[in-house]
């Protein structure tokens, strides 16, 4: 049971928007900033956003994030076959003292 | 860039301790934290915990009991120890550069699969 909460799935056709969410609790998104990353098939991960919406060098302005209160959403616009990967969202838990993730969103391109 | 790449045993026998090593290069040790993360097959990501160069560390309270992180700034690379291992330890093991709340984990390694079993 991880302590964020993702949708299992998530799908859209390529040129959609996608939006994936990530529930969580008042000692981490609510209080600390959200990560996100993106595993490809096979591959390691790979960070994608950091505090909350910002985009490492080399990632498309495609992904953004947002945070409100204890959850926080990835989108991803203009859908490309190439965004098929596993999402995990992150954030630093302050009673765990601890990195916590979501149980990750895997995203089907139609 | 800096690349990571981690090494040790793929298979642990059940009640032994799992020993992985992480080296550093293209870019110091220094002044970073460190750290590991791990995934079991077809699940989620685990974060274990960090160490700074200095030596400092920070666990996961789930896995504190049972584990060691230290570093070798000399040798550029940090290592893990997890103690009385089971099947519930079989995971592939990553090991990352952690830029804490100030840029999350920014670096990964290709991670190295430790399989637990007799």
């Known amino acids: 049971q991880s302590v964020l909460t993702q949708p299992p799935s998530a799908s859209g056709t390529p040129g959609q928007r996608v939006t994936i969410s990530c529930s969580g609790g008042t000692s981490n998104i609510g209080q600390n900033y959200v990560f996100w990353y993106q595993q490809l098939p096979g591959a390691a991960p790979k960070l994608l956003i950091y505090?909350?919406?910002q985009r490492p060098s080399g990632v498309p302005d495609r992904f953004s994030g947002s945070k409100s209160g204890t959850s926080a959403s990835l989108a991803i616009s203009g859908l490309r076959s190439e965004d098929e990967a596993d999402y995990y969202c992150?954030?630093?838990?302050?009673?765990?003292?601890?990195?916590?993730f979501g149980g990750g969103t895997k995203l089907t391109v139609l | 860039q800096v690349q990571l790449q981690a090494s040790g045993p793929g298979l642990v026998k059940p009640g032994e301790t799992l020993s992985l090593n992480c080296t550093v290069s293209g870019g110091s040790i220094n002044d970073y934290y460190w750290g590991w993360i791990r995934q079991p097959p077809g699940k989620g990501l685990e974060w274990i915990g960090y160490?700074?160069?200095?030596?400092?560390?920070t666990y996961n309270p789930s896995l504190q009991s049972r584990l060691t992180i230290s570093v070798d700034t000399s040798r550029q690379s940090f290592s893990l120890k997890l103690s009385s291992v089971t099947a519930a330890d079989t995971a592939i093991y990553y090991c990352a550069r952690d830029r804490t709340t100030i840029m999350g984990v920014d670096v990964w390694g290709l991670g190295t699969t430790v399989t637990v079993s007799s």
């Open positions: 992150s954030s630093w838990d302050d009673r765990l003292s601890a990195w916590v």
């Open positions: 505090r909350i919406y």
């Open positions: 160490i700074y160069y200095s030596g400092s560390t």
